[in-house]
């Protein structure tokens, strides 16, 4: 991706939201960058199918990492709270969008009640009776000044907003549980590396003991031999403890126990293979329009300006239509009923006057955050935009990186058996036999380390693109 176009996607999509957050708050208008229409349609521009990423961890073909997926979709703590968030937003929506409508109360209510004869005048005569009641009250606030509209802007916003919020949750808890596996198997390989070149190393040091028992060699030798053996074998506990952490990380992922994700891990299989999804990106708006963070930064933003809406919309004044109907009866007669019929209709308005500066400060506070909140987007869209960028060069990387010490460890190998061969048939040195068979061991370790790194540079690729 050239610069030009990466700060096109950059002007449009933030000129996007800016738009949209004043489509749904008009009093909040904000100008959109200058730059947006001359880049408009280069960033915008068809660039092909866009590649499915759906299940794209399936490509690898392990049984036991579709299952640790799987398991880490359904369980993980953090996507579920995720999730909750989801509810809870659709519930403010939900509450914010009822005050479109009238409100109606139903009230009843029975008593039995006995008169002093100072209270029931004119008769002055103690009674006895029943009262029985019966009313149903209207409320309905017309949004004459968009004050419901633009709050319940703000609260869509907010579903969307946790809705790709909760997306991108899933989008990372699927990228770690990857990776970590990608991370256990790599510790394996380089776990079986060790352990190969140490019993190498260890049949050396027996055939050297040997030498020596028959005059050939010295003590010294020997002594070389075992230090080199001690130290191969001294890099296992290390490595067996990065791949107990890395399980350990599993089971959090998954929300199961140490035991469960040992029990699926053992015995330990070579490193997986797979070919990435992924042979294009498109353009930078076209990477951007996927990104579910982005999505979330711009709905945020879209919340907060319609917000501003709100907080306006309480400077002005309000009006409330009433209703009520009811009855105050005694008895359960037709004339009773028919005579016990009330009702009124009404209206009222309430027109702020002074208040200290308080809702002007809401509405200073509003701006402040929606400010805020444009920011944020900005520098979301500008990270996404390196999260891709880097993620593809460290792929190209890697995987150079990768080929060529696959090739320096080849390398390294044939140069052991030619030098090993020469030591015992007594032409070169036995110090040069330990710097080869040390030179192996670094090779082999160096190479997974390289094809474990570009594993998981490919899996970050196709997680950063938004699947």
Known sequence: MNVRRLLAALITVTAVGSLAACSNAPVAAVTPPPLATAYANEALAPSGPIPDLTDWWRGFHDPILDRLVDTALANNLDLQAAVARIDAARAVQAGTASQWFPSLDLNAGASRQRLSASQAFPTDTPTTGNAFGLNATLAWEPDLFGRVRQGVSAANADVVSAGNEALAVRIATIEETVLTYVNVRGLEQRIDIVQENALSQRNTEQSTRRMFDAGVVPAADVDRATAQTETTLAELPALELQRQTAIHRLSIITASTPQDIYAQLDPPAPMPAWTPPVSGVGTPADVLSRRPDVRAAQARVVAAYA????????????????????????GFSG?????????MAGASASAPIFDGGLRRS?????????????????????????????SMAATDRDQS???????????????????????????????????????????????????TETLRSQVRLVSVLGQ
Do not use: C, H
């Open 307 to 330: 917000r501003i809406g709100v907080a306006e919309a309480d400077l002005k004044p309000q009006l409330q239509l009433l209703g009520v109907i009811g009855l105050a009866i005694d």
């Open 335 to 343: 004339v009773t009923f028919a005579r016990s019929i009330a009702w």
């Open 362 to 390: 809401v509405v200073a506070l509003r701006r402040a955050q929606a400010q805020q909140a444009l920011d944020a987007y900005r520098a979301t869209v500008l990270a996404a935009v390196t999260d891709v960028e880097t």
């Open 401 to 451: 990186r990768a080929q060529r010490l696959a090739r320096a460890t080849s390398s390294a190998r044939a140069a052991y058996e030619q030098i090993n061969r020469s030591w015992r048939s007594g032409e070169s040195a036995f110090i040069d036999t330990l710097d080869a068979q040390r030179s192996v061991l670094l090779a082999e370790d160096a190479m997974v380390q390289a094809q």
